[in-house]
Structure formats: C-alpha cells, structure tokens
C-alpha cells in the first residue's frame, strides 16, 4: 500500500498543474514537468533539435510561416525536434543520401499536442488530420514530414504533390504520378524505411519512426525545450 501510494503522489506531482483537454485524458499527455522525470531516467527520451545534430539538413517548417493548410502562425519558432534516437537515424539517412548528392529537407517533426487539436477542430479530416483522441506521432517526437533535395540545387525533387496537400495524389502509392515522381517518391521510401521509419499510407512526406510506441505524447512548446 506504500509503494502505490508513493507512486500515486509521484504521477499526481507530475501532472500537476497540467492542462485540460475535452479530447484525451490529460494524464496521456505530457507536460513539461513529467517531460524532464522521464528525460531523467531515460536520456533516449530528449527532444532534440534536429539541425544541431545534423546541420546538414534543410529546414521548411511551413507552421512557423502563413505558407500552411491553416493559413496562419501555428509556431514560434521555425524549429524541428525529435526524440535523440529518431534524430541519430536521420544522421545516417542523411549521410546515406550524400553519397547520392542528394539531400533531406523536414517540413516538420515534434509537434505539441495543442497544435494537433487545433488541426483538428479546423480540418477533421482524420485521413490527414490525427484525430486528438488519440493524438499523433508528431506528438511523440517520432514523426517526420520531409522530402529530397538535390544538393548541388537546393532544389526539392518532383514529388506527385507539394506539402500538405490534402488529395488523393498525396497517397503513398498514388500510380497516376508522372514516372520520375514516383521513383523520387518510390526512392524516399526505400532510403526511410531501412532506417527504421514507416510510411503514412495517406501522405508520402510522412514518416513514423518504429519505436514511436516508447513515447508519450508531448504538449511542450519548443521555447521550453
């Protein structure tokens, strides 16, 4: 009875002061103060920014900008962050695309919980939207949205659609693209999923990391982190 009440104490002292949501138990969400207990136990937990380990990349992180879906500022901070091991996979994919003189460009990764039930109540089309009740992997720190670039140009590679396109074009396996799209879409895949992340079906920029289930989702802005 003393271990559970101990624990007890230790979740309700993690979680308080945390905010509310109408969607999700709040408990499923973590906060900052929950966020640094588990950094502590666990370093592979840290929500690193992405470009201080690989500079390498290019940043679009069209939320920062009125260039998105929402048509308006849903960032602060023109940032990307991922849990550290999600980031060191994308070091390597990296280095894997440079021997090709290609290049990867993120469009987003982490995103706070907030954000994705405010995609929602705009958009709640689930098929491009997470629905909040059980939230996304971007709130795990395990989601990518990205593309190729060639690095003599800067220049993204033809994909069927841009961004954040809400149509059936944008689909993984869309056949009606021209055959240079698909091969660029078809040779992003193969690069991401060897290095352990997984297509969404719906979304070809979008890429899972396998071990997203070791996460909890997260609502902590990037100015805290």
């Not at 849990?83 to 706070?112: E, S």
């Not at 929602?120 to 909040?132: M, R």
């Not at 890429?207 to 989702?217: A, C, E």
Request: hydrophobic residues 40%.
């Amino acid at each position: 009875m003393m271990h559970y009440c101990l624990l007890a104490f230790v979740l309700l002292s993690l979680n308080a002061g945390a905010q509310r949501y109408k969607y999700i138990d709040s408990a499923r969400v973590c906060g900052i103060a929950g966020y640094k207990a588990q950094v502590r136990a666990d370093s592979n937990k840290r929500l690193v920014e992405i470009i201080k380990y690989v500079p390498a990349i290019k940043l679009d992180i069209r939320y920062a900008t009125t260039n998105n879906f929402m048509h308006r500022v849903m960032y602060r901070q023109a940032k990307a962050y991922a849990r550290l091991p999600v980031v060191k996979a994308l070091k390597d994919i990296q280095a894997d695309l440079k021997t090709r003189g290609l290049g990867l460009k993120i469009f987003d990764a982490y995103r706070p919980y907030s954000v994705t039930v405010a995609f929602y109540e705009t958009t709640p089309d689930i098929n491009f939207v997470a629905n909040p009740k059980f939230g996304s992997k971007h709130n795990r720190g395990c989601a990518i949205d990205l593309t190729l670039i060639d690095l003599k140009t800067g220049k993204e590679l033809d994909m069927p659609t841009g961004f954040d396109s809400f149509s059936k074009k944008a689909s993984a396996n869309y056949a009606g693209a021209t055959p240079q799209q698909m091969a660029n879409r078809e040779l992003l895949k193969t690069i991401m999923h060897a290095h352990g992340f997984t297509i969404l079906p719906t979304e070809w920029w979008h890429y899972d990391f396998d071990g997203w289930r070791n996460y909890q989702l997260a609502d902590i802005p990037f100015t805290a982190l």
